[in-house]
């Protein structure tokens, strides 16, 4: 089992930045991709990122690949979440997740089993 508990939300203008933290209890992140989804009010759950446990490879969904930065450190059983230049289309619960299986998609939601309970991240204009 693992228990994964993000921080780091908040309220901020346009064009400001945040860092979210994942921190994951009860087992390592050994081995396992780590990703950061987000949902919007009324809005399906998205992919935002995500990044691998050998090599460091980092995938990143259009809206955000210049702006957002997935990053791990597998010591401390840590996964961040650069977020710069912010927009209110940012504005959503960001949840961090974990994929314990091989060879699966890193884009779907349903390749991760365990996930954290959320933080909300609001973008005003």
């Known amino acids: 089992q693992v228990q994964l508990v993000e921080s780091g939300g908040g309220l901020v203008q346009a064009g400001s930045s945040l860092r979210l933290s994942c921190a994951a209890a009860?087992?390592?992140?050994?081995?396992?991709?780590m990703g950061w989804f987000r949902q919007g009010a009324g809005k399906e759950r998205e992919f935002v990122a995500a990044?691998?446990?050998?090599?460091?490879?980092?995938v990143y969904a259009d809206s955000v690949k210049g702006r957002f930065t997935i990053s791990r450190d597998n010591a401390k059983n840590t996964v961040w979440l650069q977020m710069n230049s912010l927009k209110p289309e940012d504005t959503a619960i960001y949840y961090c997740?974990?994929?314990?299986?091989?060879?699966?998609?890193?884009?779907?939601?349903?390749?991760?089993?365990?996930w954290g309970q959320g933080t909300q991240v609001t973008v005003s204009s």
């Open positions: 997740a974990t994929m314990v299986l091989l060879g699966r998609d890193w884009h779907d939601k349903d390749s991760y089993t365990y």
């Open positions: 009860g087992r390592t992140f050994r081995g396992y991709v």
């Open positions: 990044i691998g446990w050998t090599y460091g490879t980092t």
